[in-house]
């Protein structure tokens, strides 16, 4: 009977003891995390910030746009200067070439809005014209020199439209694309 109490008791205490050491542990848990809470939203907001940031990291630049074709003919025909290169990418128009002498060095007869508007004295908001781009593949699930385009067969197309703002030093450039 001794003996049983004893086993019994012995029992209990080793039970206590685990419980006590899963409490223990729970504790010890909290107390790190309450710790290094500020460490761990740094983190959270680092990760965060690193997600967002790869997103944006993905955009690309247009190439093939109409300005893009209208530049190079232009080089071609000698009325724009070949110090001007078109592989440096995005192309800027910024000092003495502007988007509207590039549309008068193509049609000096058209008339042409301005699309550069000036802010105070050190901004620029210029508008991009609204493109619309269609292609129809009828037999290969790929296309050749098609910016923009998904790799399939059918009917496919992409609406663009954006503005370009620069105030001091900042430029901004947005073009979305639809496809």
């Keep these: 009977m001794i003996g049983e109490a004893f086993r019994l008791t012995?029992?209990?205490?080793?039970?206590?003891q685990g419980d006590v050491l899963r409490s223990l542990r729970v504790t010890m848990f909290f107390n790190m995390a309450n710790r290094y809470?500020?460490?761990?939203?740094?983190?959270?907001?680092?990760f965060v910030f690193l997600m967002v940031g790869l997103h944006v990291a993905a955009q690309g630049v247009e190439i093939g746009s109409v300005k893009d074709q209208a530049l190079r003919m232009l080089q071609l025909q000698g009325k724009l200067d070949a110090k001007y290169s078109l592989m440096a990418r995005p192309f800027f128009t910024e000092g003495a070439i502007t988007s509207d002498s590039i549309y008068k060095l193509i049609d000096d007869s058209a008339s042409i809005n301005v699309t550069r508007k000036r802010i105070g004295d050190k901004g620029v908001l210029e508008?991009?014209?609204?493109?619309?781009?269609?292609?129809?593949?009828?037999?290969?699930?790929y296309g050749w020199n098609q910016p923009g385009f998904v790799q399939?067969?059918?009917?496919?197309?992409?609406i663009t439209a954006g503005a370009y703002t620069a105030i001091g030093p900042l430029s901004i450039q947005v073009k979305p694309v639809v496809v």
Aim: aromatic share 10%; net charge positive; glycine share 8%.
């Design 127 to 141: 508008i991009f014209p609204f493109t619309i781009n269609s292609q129809l593949n009828t037999h290969h699930p």
């Design 10 to 16: 012995l029992r209990l205490a080793s039970l206590a």
């Design 37 to 46: 809470k500020s460490s761990l939203l740094r983190l959270g907001k680092l």
């Design 152 to 158: 399939a067969n059918g009917w496919q197309g992409f």
